[in-house]
């Protein structure tokens, strides 16, 4: 046997050791390509886990934006609801005050007119009797 023969049965002793099997060369090219897809695999399972964990804070933060929306939206709705109230009521209070005005200017059946003035008889003078009824109607 040729010492080139001597050392790649060697070479080959050592492989199987190393490795468990006669195809040394082929498991490690394979060990070799397995484990850079396997960093591979580990660093996109990272930057995923990142942009998962972006996406988590993003969807939070809508949501608590959405809920101080609806809190906001309650509070208008209850502040709307409140000036409608008001503005019934003052215009409740405008018709009774509307009605009440008219029927203070409406003569009462019951209470008297003012009454014409007496027609001069023939025993008033024609200044005195006028001085006498513009007094009455005053």
Known sequence: MSELDAID???RAVERALTGSDDALTDLESSA???DRTDDLARRVDELEERLDELDAA?????????N???VNEDV?????AALA???RLDEQRDDATTTARLARRPSPRRPTATAPAEPSDSDSGTTGLLD???RVL
């Open 59 to 67: 969807t939070q933060a809508l949501r608590g934006y959405v809920g």
């Open 77 to 81: 709705a209850e502040r709307a609801d």
């Open 86 to 88: 008001a503005v019934e």
């Open 69 to 71: 929306v609806r809190a």
């Open 133 to 135: 009824r513009v007094r």
């Open 33 to 35: 390509e397995l484990t």
């Open 9 to 11: 049965d060697r070479l």
